[in-house]
């Protein structure tokens, strides 16, 4: 057990035996100023919260200080009635607020009574059964809301376990909050009591016990309890002031004091009525201007402050709207043109300037042209514009590559640098900053001018940042083909197609496919990185099996087979076997029969956990095969490889999966490896 915990535990028990042990009237005295710290420190920690849940401990520090409360009663009770004094505290109390008039002392003790049990007390228990019934009558919405964020992939599962966490908090905050303002109205109740005891009990033993005349037990045990009873209701008073504002207080960005003095005091002109009804009151009443002007002027100069600093805040926001507005009737582009959204952006930080200003030897414009023409003859796509933009938002050094407005790639920059990578070995000379390549995540490192011939003469390859920047945004080009055709690109297509073959176009369009159909057909083409540069061989394909099946999937999968010299010199590189992972008997007929048909087509109904098996087994082959140095590709039947692929391409989305009838009967098939279950 640590020493603070000890240390709580003891001054429990310490607690529950002032009960029973008498207290020495010093020691009396030491616990007495710390009641009264404690019970202030309470009240400064509840102003200075922004959410109840930061001091989730004072249900239960509200009943310990309570406990102790009371403990110090029942101790100073024992002290007044057998020695007829309680210490120095409790007569200091007795004497300074009674001010030699025991009456008066007794005056003010029933309205700190009063004050406690009636307005705060009650107020508090209200507030907090409240609280407690509205926060348990909320759950089920909250917790609705929760699950709905989370499916919709606002937040992610970590944040939705925490946002549960703090609603299970704030029920069992409001609900402890709710029975422990019963300890603070009992603590009133018990305070009345033990002042009557008090004092009655003090008469009689003052007479009897102590010897002391009628007179003189009056003064001197009304005296005593008068302070015994201050200095209990005073930290009893701060504690449920306390209580009060912690389940009344709304959570905010600030503390109490930042909330008063940011709401309360943002309307100036308020503080001139209230000074001008201060001037007449003291000017038309008795009271006199002498104890009234000089608030009144206080108000008066607090009020034109306040509206001096408004009036400068909202002339600098007017200016900064002023400046906006400006800006926007300078810019060329309209308000339709903004809402348009770029098929393709690439934005850089201020650093990178240099790449696309052609004054500065840039050649970034020179180098998205080649990537336009090198996507044209290896996918067959032509890409949209590249829309060039410089972003002050971002880093000096980052770029971002955005997709239709998303942004689906970033990186750094360094200009002055070249981007090394190693050969597989590292050589301790070649120092520069740690980094990773951007486009296939490799680890790099940035090096000077001077490091580059030694780097390139060890074998790392070395290139300049244009052809990093070039590189990453062909991948990402590459990557996200599939997105970039839509039915105005598929129709673009077509018409080129039409210009040499215009009857295979008529035959197909539109009485056998629609242009939307055929998109999606491209679409799937690109998406597992097929070229779809041979477009006759295509439209023959889906003129051929379109009067039989409109399925996307089915007519995809035809289309591939069309395909099969293509494909076949893709993955295989000439005068080499094809190396591939095979899928064995057991996994295809599992496959074959978890397929389900219905009225839109057929998918695959197959058991999570079997996926999760295919999957795994097949990650640990297409490992080896890295590990080997070639290139994964997935072998399989005709029948199951559009399902196989949607298996695979949830977590290898790179990895290619082909079929039999996909592959020339010319080229060699090399099966290094087998996936079974």
């Not at 407690?132 to 970590?158: V, Y």
């Not at 999760?612 to 005709?638: D, F």
Request: glycine share 8%.
């Amino acid at each position: 057990m640590k020493a603070k915990d000890l240390t709580v535990l003891i001054g429990i028990i310490g607690i529950v035996l002032m009960m029973v042990v008498p207290i020495p009237v010093g020691l009396l005295d030491v616990l007495l100023i710390i009641n009264i710290s404690a019970a202030l420190m309470i009240l400064l920690i509840s102003m200075n919260t922004q959410d109840a849940l930061q001091f989730s401990i004072f249900p239960a520090l509200l009943l310990i200080t309570t406990l102790f409360r009371l403990a110090l009663n029942v101790s100073t009770t024992r002290n007044i009635l057998q020695h007829a004094e309680a210490g120095e505290v409790v007569e200091t109390f007795g004497n300074w607020v009674a001010g030699g008039q025991v009456a008066i002392g007794f005056v003010v003790f029933l309205i700190l009574v009063v004050v406690q049990f009636i307005v705060i007390t009650k107020g508090s228990e209200r507030v907090a059964e409240v609280g407690a019934r509205f926060t348990l009558d909320a759950m089920p919405g909250k917790q609705m809301s929760i699950d709905a964020d989370l499916n919709a992939g606002l937040i992610n599962e970590q944040q939705a376990r925490d946002r549960r966490q703090k609603i299970e908090r704030e029920a069992d905050f409001y609900g402890s909050m709710d029975g422990a303002s019963k300890f603070v109205k009992g603590d009133a109740i018990a305070s009345i009591i033990i002042l009557i005891i008090n004092l009655l009990g003090g008469f009689v033993i003052g007479m009897t016990v102590h010897g002391l005349s009628f007179g003189e037990s009056i003064e001197r045990f009304s005296i005593l309890t008068i302070g015994d009873g201050l200095v209990s209701q005073i930290p009893a008073l701060l504690i449920s002031t306390a209580a009060g504002l912690i389940v009344t207080r709304a959570s905010s960005e600030g503390n109490l004091a930042y909330d008063v003095t940011s709401q309360v005091l943002r309307y100036p002109k308020l503080l001139f009525i209230v000074a001008g009804t201060i001037t007449l009151l003291g000017i038309g009443t008795p009271i006199g201007p002498v104890a009234t002007l000089p608030f009144a002027a206080l108000l008066v100069f607090a009020g034109y402050r306040m509206q001096k600093s408004l009036a400068k805040q909202q002339k600098e926001e007017d200016l900064l709207v002023e400046e906006q507005q400006i800006e926007e009737v300078r810019s060329p582009e309209s308000v339709i043109s903004l809402l348009q959204v770029d098929p393709i952006e690439f934005e850089f930080g201020y650093g990178l300037i240099p790449l696309a200003d052609t004054q500065q030897g840039g050649d970034l414009l020179d180098r998205i042209i080649m990537i336009r023409r090198q996507c044209a003859l290896e996918l067959g796509l032509v890409v949209p514009v590249i829309r060039i933009r410089d972003n002050i938002q971002l880093k000096p050094n980052e770029y971002v590559i955005k997709i239709k407005g998303n942004t689906v790639a970033r990186g750094e920059l360094l200009l002055n640098h070249y981007l090394a990578m190693s050969p597989g070995f590292d050589d301790d000379s070649i120092i520069g900053i740690e980094t990773v390549e951007p486009a296939f995540g490799l680890p790099a490192i940035w090096i000077d001018e001077a490091t580059k011939e030694r780097a390139e003469l060890t074998g790392y390859t070395v290139v300049d940042p244009p052809s990093v920047v070039a590189t990453h945004l062909t991948e990402i080009v590459k990557r996200h083909a599939h997105e970039l055709i839509g039915r105005q690109e598929t129709k673009a297509l077509i018409e080129n197609v039409r210009e040499t073959y215009p009857t295979l176009v008529e035959e197909l369009i539109p009485s056998i496919l629609t242009v939307g159909e055929i998109q999606k057909v491209l679409s799937k083409l690109l998406r597992e990185k097929i070229s779809i540069r041979d477009m006759v061989t295509i439209f023959e394909t889906l003129a051929d099996h379109g009067t039989y099946t409109k399925d996307p999937d089915i007519l995809t999968e035809y289309v591939r087979q069309s395909l099969s010299r293509q494909i076949t010199q893709q993955f295989s590189q000439s005068g080499d076997a094809l190396r591939v992972i095979t899928v064995g008997p057991s996994v295809e007929k599992k496959i074959a029969e978890s397929v389900q048909s219905s009225d839109q087509g057929s998918y695959l109904a197959l058991d999570p956990i079997m996926t999760q098996t295919i999957h795994q087994r097949l990650n640990e082959q297409v490992n080896k095969q890295i590990q080997s140095g070639y290139q994964p590709v997935v072998l399989t039947s005709p029948t199951i490889r559009m399902y196989l692929r949607q298996i695979v391409e949830r977590t290898m989305q790179d990895i290619p999966v082909l079929s039999y009838s996909e592959l020339e009967p010319s080229v060699e098939v090399q099966s290094i490896g087998v996936v079974n279950l």
